[in-house]
């Protein structure tokens, strides 16, 4: 199958997008494909992709997430919003964050370090919603550190593509954009 990616400005990222963030292998492989997207029909990809250019890809200087992945930092840049990929790990010091904000960061994925990796399903001992909202805070507070000129998202399984913007002086997380989730619907 051939993709065209005529006027796409970002076709490696899209040939990307496509081959692995909505691949769809079928019943018996699963799909990667997260939630948001499992509506969208093959003839909207390109439309999708072309809102992700235009407001994302051609607006941020960088893209991070803030995620939990064991013997970490907790912050990975990631290819594009909403990717399911982790991407490349990153340190806060890459970045000029400040002692106490890299050191809350550090804190939490310690403190996620600490789970029994084979409690089955989760570790009933380990607090999973303070866990969840430290993380978003965290996030927040990069945002605040970074600015305007980097998208920011926290990721909590399964919840991609939900950024952090800066509004009347502090952080918020938005819904997957409606452009999208009317789409797929």
């Known amino acids: 199958m051939t993709i065209d990616t005529y006027g796409m400005k970002f076709a490696k990222l899209y040939r990307r997008w496509i081959g692995h963030d909505l691949a769809d ?5 699963g799909s ?3 939630g948001f997207y499992e509506g969208l029909r093959r003839e909207d990809e390109p439309v999708v992709w072309g809102f992700i250019e235009e407001n994302y890809l051609l607006r941020y200087r960088d893209f991070l997430r803030i995620e939990f992945e064991w013997s970490a930092d907790g912050l990975w840049r990631i290819p594009f919003p909403g990717s399911v990929g982790i991407g490349e790990y990153r340190s806060p010091a890459d970045y000029g964050m400040p002692g ?6 550090h804190a939490w994925q310690a403190n996620l370090d600490t789970r029994d990796p084979t409690a089955e ?3 009933e001992d380990f607090d999973y919603e303070a866990s969840d909202a430290e993380g978003l805070e965290i996030a927040k507070q990069v945002k605040l550190f970074l600015g305007d000129d980097y998208y920011v998202d926290y990721y909590v399984e399964f919840r991609p593509f939900r950024e952090i913007v800066l509004r009347e002086g502090g952080a918020v997380e938005l819904e997957v954009p409606a452009f999208i989730t009317d789409l797929a619907r």
């Open 32 to 34: 990667f494909r997260p």
């Open 121 to 123: 399903p989760e570790d």
């Open 25 to 29: 292998h079928g019943p018996d492989l």
């Open 100 to 105: 106490p904000l890299a050191a809350r960061l």
